[in-house]
Nanobody, 122 residues
Framework: QVQLVESGGRLVQAGGSLRLSCAASRGTFSSLAVAWFRQAPGKEREFVASINWSSSITSYADSVKGRFTISRDNAKNTVYVQMNSLKPEDTAVYLC???????????????WGQGTQVTVSS
């Protein structure tokens, strides 16, 4: 069983940057794919970015491509997402998820964190 804990979310002005972290507080996810999703109030949970176990494959939603970068440090059992040029529409709860398959589909991920709130003010 893998338990994930996100951190790094806060209030930031438009154009600013944040780095979110997703750490495995129990178990290890060094062999698993990891993805970030986000959910804004009243909206569906949507895919943001994903990375395979070796960091050789990454994927991004079109809405964040060129602004967000996902990375991982398996020695630290942590995955990051660097978010630059933030926009008010990036405001959401950001959740990380881990699973055996690298997909864009939330139902394919077995383990989820509780999320961290990112609020971007205009």
């Amino acid at each position: 069983q893998v338990q994930l804990v996100e951190s790094g979310g806060r209030l930031v002005q438009a154009g600013g940057s944040l780095r979110l972290s997703c750490a495995a507080s129990r178990g290890t996810f060094s062999s698993l794919a990891v993805a970030w999703f986000r959910q804004a109030p009243g909206k569906e949970r949507e895919f943001v970015a994903s990375i395979n176990w070796s960091s050789s494959i990454t994927s991004y939603a079109d809405s964040v491509k060129g602004r967000f970068t996902i990375s991982r440090d398996n020695a630290k059992n942590t995955v990051y997402v660097q978010m630059n040029s933030l926009k008010p529409e990036d405001t959401a709860v950001y959740l990380c998820a881990a699973g055996r398959r690298l997909t864009l589909t939330k139902r394919d991920y077995d383990y989820w964190g509780q999320g961290t709130q990112v609020t971007v003010s205009s």
